[in-house]
């Protein structure tokens, strides 16, 4: 089955920029972005255990004659089939359903919030409920078109980091580009180790990985500036228990707070195969 990307169109300069970051994501992963223009400020993604209402801003419909046009025109330039989502149901007559049987999802980083309020520091709740409820990573671009020739994964020894990990083993396997894997070490280098061997992922590590960065020394934010400008940053979000709120908060929001790098988030119920 053709693997897709989910893409929410903005008929504005800004909105060009995150089209062709999918565009180059989905070239790099042999995938292929299934576009969605919305004629409504609303629609409604029914995941397994949850159903999250995305509010887009007004922005979205700006220019509704010209989207389409505008869109295929961008994917025919970079040879890519359009290929448009039009929704068949609604929860309400201005209330689309969209599917949520995707493989990736491009997200801008706040949905419906204020645009000052939105920043590199800054995800908004709808973005965190879909990274949470989803079976597919989230794929979070920079403001600005920026191809990433890398990838970079942030290691920390927990079940989602190791998601994260697999998932960048296949992005890298895929798209034939150079892996590293950044751990801010609070415990002893042999747990993260031990970590890997437990998960048999020893011999992925020596296939795939061309450096692993454990930092002994300095904060996340001082040693931050070792990750590549020009890679895909790929992170596991959510601990477990009660601090898993606490935890998307803390060290995914101070990484992309301080990087400016596309981010590729692997939420709690995404599972992959290498």
Request: proline residues 6%.
């Amino acid at each position: 089955m053709e693997t897709q990307l989910f893409h929410i169109f903005r008929n504005t300069p800004l909105g060009r920029e995150t089209l062709l970051q999918s565009m180059y994501f989905c070239k790099k992963v042999m995938a292929s972005p299934v576009v969605y223009i919305p004629r409504f400020t609303k629609f409604l993604m029914y995941f397994e255990n949850d159903v999250v209402q995305i509010d887009l801003d007004e922005s979205y419909l700006a220019a509704p004659d010209t989207a389409e046009e505008h869109a295929s025109a961008l994917l025919l330039e970079n040879n890519i089939e359009p290929k448009f989502i039009k929704p068949k149901n609604f929860t309400a007559s201005t209330l689309p359903d969209i599917p949520t049987n995707f493989d990736f999802m491009c997200c801008p980083r706040s949905i419906s919030d204020l645009s000052s309020k939105i920043g590199l520091g800054y995800i908004g709740p709808r973005v965190r409920r879909i990274v949470k409820s989803a079976l597919f990573p989230v794929l979070i671009t920079s403001p600005v078109y920026k191809p990433w020739k890398s990838i970079a994964v942030f290691f920390g020894g927990s079940s989602n980091a190791v998601n994260a990990l697999k998932l960048g083993f296949r992005i890298s396997r895929i798209s034939k580009m150079p892996l590293e894997v950044f751990t801010q070490a609070d415990k002893n280098p042999e747990f993260y180790k031990n970590a890997i061997k437990e998960k048999n992922l020893e011999s992925d590590m020596e296939n795939y990985v061309s450096q692993w960065h454990i930092f002994e020394h300095g904060t996340l934010e001082d040693n931050l500036y070792e990750v590549p400008h020009d890679a895909l940053v790929i992170l596991g979000a959510f601990g477990h228990g009660i601090l898993k709120d606490i935890m998307f908060g803390s060290t995914m929001e101070k990484i992309q707070s301080v990087i400016s790098n596309n981010l590729l988030i692997a939420g709690p119920r995404y599972t992959v195969n290498i």
